[in-house]
């Protein structure tokens, strides 16, 4: 795919993607804490 040759050319693909997953990755621990405190009640 043309964004998997820019990640392996351009060296700003990288922190393009790794922006990407900070993000994504603080939604899913969010989530991951909205199911446990509605389980909990707390």
């Known amino acids: ?3 998997g040759e820019a990640h392996l050319t351009n060296p ?3 922190g393009l993607q790794y922006h ?4 994504e990755t603080t ?4 989530y991951i804490d909205k199911s ?6 707390k």
């Open 12 to 14: 700003q693909g990288k």
């Open 1 to 3: 795919s043309p964004l």
């Open 27 to 30: 939604l899913k621990h969010v």
């Open 36 to 41: 446990i405190n509605r389980e909990t009640g």
């Open 20 to 23: 990407k997953v900070g993000p």
